[in-house]
T-cell receptor
């Protein structure tokens, strides 16, 4: 069974469109994340949710809106896509242990290409 | 200064070589440390956590120096399958728990 799954795996779309990426984890984790990995392979956090509540929102354009319908899901909706949004988007999850730090489990990534 | 910095690489080494990667972090309040591995066009996966006293897992040894804010990863007897990008990850913490910051990665190619 896949621990963290994302759909779609590939997404090719035109500038100006609106698209969503879905993420689900079956690990029972409390915290879920969205990361963006650009062409230089630098992995940067975008959002973090703990028990459906937003706890980290890095400097991300407000065209990006995460939605967490329940603890196991964290979806990413992107409005008015731009060329610079082309990247690989990774979803991840981890247990939440307060001062104890747990490893993150990553989904397979969604390769977004904006033309 | 970036929050997490790593050797720029790439490292090209022959099979059987020993290779060491270095990582420095800027936030002295950082709570925990990890090495992740990312294969080409794949997701990052945990290689090992890094403990204050240093720790070993088979051919891999991780060290942490909190005073110098420095982390290292040593790979002994390199295998072809070790070829990947190695990511240094620091949890700088947050009011509600965890905030993982990834280094830019160091690419390793082990050559036959």
């Amino acid at each position: 069974d896949t621990a963290v799954s994302q759909t779609p795996k590939y997404l090719v779309t035109q500038m100006g469109n609106d698209k969503s990426i879905k993420c689900e984890q079956n690990l029972g984790h409390d915290t879920m994340y969205w990361y963006k990995q650009d062409s230089k392979k630098f992995l940067k956090i975008m959002f973090s949710y703990n028990n459906k509540e937003l706890i980290i929102n890095e400097t991300v354009p407000n065209r990006f809106s995460p939605k967490s319908p329940d603890k196991a899901h964290l979806n990413l909706h992107i409005n008015s896509l731009e060329l610079g949004d082309s990247a690989v988007y990774f979803c991840a999850s981890s247990k939440e242990g307060g001062r104890v730090s747990y490893e993150q489990y990553f989904g397979p990534g969604t390769r977004l290409t904006v033309t | 200064r970036k929050e997490v910095e790593q050797d720029p690489g790439p490292f090209n080494v022959p099979e059987g070589a020993t290779v060491a990667f270095n990582c420095t972090y800027s936030n002295s309040a950082s709570q925990s440390f990890f090495w992740y591995r990312q294969d080409c066009r794949k997701e990052p996966k945990l290689l090992m956590s890094v403990y204050s006293s240093g720790n070993e897992d088979g051919r891999f040894t991780a060290q942490l120096n909190r005073a110098s804010q420095y982390i290292s990863l040593l790979i002994r007897d390199s295998k072809l399958s070790d070829s990947a990008t190695y990511l240094c990850v620091v949890n700088i913490g947050h009011n509600y728990g965890q905030n993982f910051v990834f280094g830019p990665g160091t690419r390793l190619s082990v050559l036959p």
